[in-house]
């Protein structure tokens, strides 16, 4: 009988990489595992039940939220703040942080910062949507937890990864030796290991963008998706475009096959669109430790310095030969 591993055991087996460790990072991993669940229950149902459609409120970047985001954003942050592990979490659906001040949780050592339900525009479709998380450290040890110590850039992660709630569901992290996926075995309503030791192929076929802004994308961007389309059999050219619209699914099918999502500035979102703190990070530390890359065009994603929770940035990320082609692209038009 072939052994299985779920996701529970691995984190146990995995704590002794990190003989100082106390297991309280192993019990956040386990809650976001557990919320994970319970999240990917709805989702799955959300077909049949009342649950779709515009909840009426909005968030901070002025988005309509779809109910099953405000669903995920109560039970990610329920179960962290039960966990008692996290003393703040920053959610893509809060303005401000949620500073846990229970007795257990105020000394607690780590910091979440999360997108509960990343492309939620595609569950009224019946499309793949994620989550997106990221743990730092705190850097002080004593009292509340200052804003400051929310604001660390992306290589100060100590573990990041993302659920995708697709034709199956897998969750995916790094602690920054390598990525493991676990695919969710429904029948015993574990994650279960199922891609062990995760690496980006250095190059692929495929580039992500949403080529209907074409218009609006600065000249090396451009230059970059015209040189995908150009006919070169050396190089596989043209490159297929693929383009699903929900980040986690197009970054987790370029992991696999190979490839590069793209999302730069346009002349209407001057910074980008997605989200430095709770998108971009975690998903950079996740590709870099498969063996890709992920910069802004300039410089690694992990090293921009953050100023505020929810702010923006372009983002080319996958394979490390392709990005390093835009990259040059973008360079050559500067
Ligand atoms: P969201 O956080 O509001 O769901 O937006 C993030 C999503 C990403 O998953 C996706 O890659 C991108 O927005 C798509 O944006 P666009 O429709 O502009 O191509
Ligand atoms: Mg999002």
Redesign the pocket.
């Known amino acids: 009988m072939t052994k299985v591993t779920t996701l529970g055991q691995f984190i146990i087996e995995k704590q002794a990489d990190f003989p100082y460790a106390k297991g309280e990072l192993s019990r956040l991993l386990r809650d976001i595992g557990i919320a994970a669940k319970i999240v990917n229950r709805e989702v799955n149902k959300a077909g049949l039940v009342d649950i779709l459609g515009d909840n009426g409120t909005t968030n901070i ?1 002025g ?1 309509g939220q779809k109910k099953l985001d405000v669903y995920a954003d109560e039970q990610f942050i329920s179960a962290l703040r039960s966990g008692g592990e996290c003393c703040v979490v920053a959610s ?1 659906e809060h303005d401000d942080c949620i500073f846990i001040n229970s007795k257990i949780s105020q000394n607690a050592k780590y910091i979440v910062c999360i ?1 509960p339900l ?4 595609n569950i009224d479709v019946n499309v793949s949507v994620g989550t997106i998380f990221s743990i730092y450290r705190r850097t002080t040890t004593d009292g509340p937890a200052q804003i400051d110590e929310i604001l660390q850039k992306g290589e100060r992660q100590v573990a990041a990864g993302y659920v995708i709630y697709g034709s199956s569901t897998m969750l995916v992290y790094t602690t920054g030796k390598g990525v493991n996926g676990f695919t969710l075995d429904p029948s015993i309503g574990e994650f279960c290991l199922s891609h062990p030791n995760m690496t980006i192929p250095s190059r692929g076929t495929i580039y992500s963008i ?1 080529e209907g ?1 074409y218009t609006k994308f600065p000249q090396g961007v451009k230059d970059y998706i015209k040189y995908c389309q150009v006919e070169d059999a050396m190089s596989d050219r043209p490159f297929t475009s693929r ?1 699903i ?4 699914a ?1 970054i987790h099918r370029n992991l696999i096959k190979g490839g590069i999502f793209l ?1 730069p500035t346009t002349s209407s979102h001057p910074n980008g ?3 430095l703190m709770y ?1 971009c990070n975690p998903l950079a530390f996740v590709i870099e430790q498969a063996g890709g890359k992920a910069t802004d065009g300039h410089r690694r994603i992990m090293e921009i310095e953050p100023h505020h929770l929810h702010q923006r940035t372009p983002i080319f990320i996958g394979s490390s030969e392709m990005v390093e082609k835009v990259e040059a692209f973008v360079r050559l038009s500067d």
């Open positions: 970047q988005e893509e997108d990343d492309g939620s525009s949403n802004n383009y619209g929900s980040m986690v197009d999302y669109k997605l989200r998108e």
